[in-house]
């Protein structure tokens, strides 16, 4: 048996829901990660840090007796947010962070940015004092194709944004393609990329050849090979700026099977096992750590976790559930389409 042991890894973008959902796929990130940055696209949005103070406490309030886990809060940007409420939440470690959905770009978004300019007063802000932006990078102009809408967005939106605003520090939340991993790769310190565990395993074919797999669809969608393979030098590169976003978005099976179905892949029960299976295929599994473990808390100005967890990698491939019940219906778990020998053998309570 080969083993593995880390430091105790965070999610640096995450999904949970409200509600019944949340109680269910919860204790799935908190078995293995100390902190996740919580998303706040529920109905209503998280718009202010009264609202994300509320959430925060339903979150806690769910999560399973000896788990320590800290959700870190996010707020909603709209054309409407108030700078002095976000610089308030920043403050006082309530908000670590304001999410920037373009208006329908993917899930719960109708309430996002349509004209960037007039969410610059908080962007401003926000450079001043140090806070995070993360960013869902596409556009949604019909006009162009679903798979190129994350590099028109770096070329019309987000460069002229932080050519503007050099000091505003940027989160390229959920990078798919080659162009958007060289972008955040020569970005300078102001800039980083998460990465999800699915987008280092799946390509477009995933969701479309053989019939269409609703449970592989997400946002941005997955991309061509290429994009996937520089995804994955991407990650086990050890380049300080790329850390693990699983993007871990549950959906009731019914809301993904049908005729038009939500975009999301539920991936918390298995990502490190996953991630493991990734970085040995790459011949970089001394690479892990930083890549789930480091990266992240350095870009965020956060220490470390000291707890570990230990990896282990077995002769009979590791069974997950299929499903999560929820009080609402299934919860699918992303299945990699390959047997995962990797196993989460120390889980910190």
């Keep these: 048996?080969?083993?593995?042991?880390?430091?105790?890894?965070?999610?640096?973008?995450?999904?949970?829901?409200?509600?019944?959902?949340?109680?269910?796929?919860?204790p799935e990130t908190s078995s293995h990660f100390a902190r996740a940055i919580v998303m706040p696209n529920l109905?209503?949005?998280?718009?202010?840090?009264?609202?994300?103070?509320?959430?925060?406490?339903?979150?806690?309030?769910?999560?399973?007796?000896?788990?320590?886990?800290?959700?870190?809060?996010?707020?909603?940007?709209?054309?409407?947010?108030?700078?002095?409420?976000?610089?308030?939440?920043?403050?006082?470690?309530?908000?670590?962070?304001?999410?920037?959905y373009p208006a329908g770009a993917t899930t719960n978004s109708q309430?996002?940015?349509r004209d960037i300019e007039?969410?610059?007063?908080?962007?401003?802000?926000?450079?001043?004092?140090?806070?995070?932006?993360?960013?869902?990078?596409?556009?949604?102009?019909?006009?162009?194709?679903?798979?190129?809408?994350?590099?028109?967005?770096v070329e019309r939106v987000l460069d002229p944004l932080r050519r503007r605003l050099p000091e505003l520090r940027v989160v390229m939340e959920h990078v798919t393609t080659k162009e958007g991993v060289d972008y955040a790769q020569d970005g300078g310190d102001n800039l980083a990329a998460t990465i999800t565990?699915?987008?280092?395993?799946?390509?477009?074919?995933?969701?479309?050849?053989?019939?269409?797999?609703?449970?592989?669809?997400?946002?941005?969608?997955a991309k061509r090979e290429k994009?996937?393979?520089?995804?994955?030098?991407?990650?086990?590169?050890?380049?300080?700026?790329?850390?693990?976003?699983?993007?871990?978005?549950p959906h009731v099976d019914p809301l993904k099977e049908c005729a038009c179905g939500c975009a999301g892949i539920f991936n918390a029960p298995n990502t490190m096992a996953c991630l493991a299976h990734v970085f040995e295929e790459e011949g970089a599994l001394d690479r892990?750590?930083?890549?789930?473990?480091?990266?992240?808390?350095?870009?965020?100005?956060?220490?470390?976790?000291?707890?570990?967890?230990?990896?282990?990698?077995?002769?009979?491939?590791?069974?997950y559930p299929s499903r999560i019940e929820t009080g609402d219906g299934a919860v699918t778990v992303f299945d990699p389409m390959f047997p995962i020998h990797w196993n989460v053998e120390t889980k910190a309570g």
Excluded at 2 to 13: A, E, N, Q, V, Y
Excluded at 53 to 82: K, Q
Excluded at 227 to 249: I, V
Aim: hydrophobic share 45%.
């Design 288 to 319: 892990l750590e930083a890549f789930a473990s480091l990266n992240g808390p350095a870009f965020y100005r956060l220490p470390p976790n000291e707890e570990r967890i230990m990896l282990a990698r077995q002769e009979e491939p590791v069974r």
């Design 197 to 221: 565990t699915h987008h280092l395993i799946i390509n477009r074919n995933a969701i479309l050849a053989g019939g269409i797999r609703p449970h592989y669809y997400c946002l941005p969608v």
């Design 111 to 113: 309430s996002g940015v």
């Design 118 to 153: 007039k969410a610059l007063p908080v962007l401003e802000r926000m450079a001043e004092i140090g806070m995070p932006l993360c960013v869902h990078g596409e556009v949604t102009d019909p006009a162009i194709d679903i798979f190129d809408r994350e590099a028109v967005f």
């Design 1 to 26: 048996m080969k083993t593995l042991t880390i430091r105790r890894p965070d999610d640096w973008h995450l999904h949970l829901r409200d509600g019944a959902v949340l109680k269910a796929v919860l």
């Design 43 to 100: 109905v209503p949005p998280v718009v202010t840090t009264a609202d994300a103070r509320a959430y925060r406490a339903r979150i806690m309030a769910a999560l399973p007796e000896g788990h320590r886990f800290t959700p870190l809060m996010t707020l909603y940007l709209t054309e409407r947010t108030e700078p002095d409420d976000v610089a308030a939440g920043f403050e006082s470690g309530e908000v670590t962070a304001v999410k920037l």
């Design 227 to 249: 994009h996937r393979l520089a995804l994955r030098k991407a990650a086990t590169s050890g380049h300080p700026r790329f850390f693990l976003g699983t993007d871990s978005a």
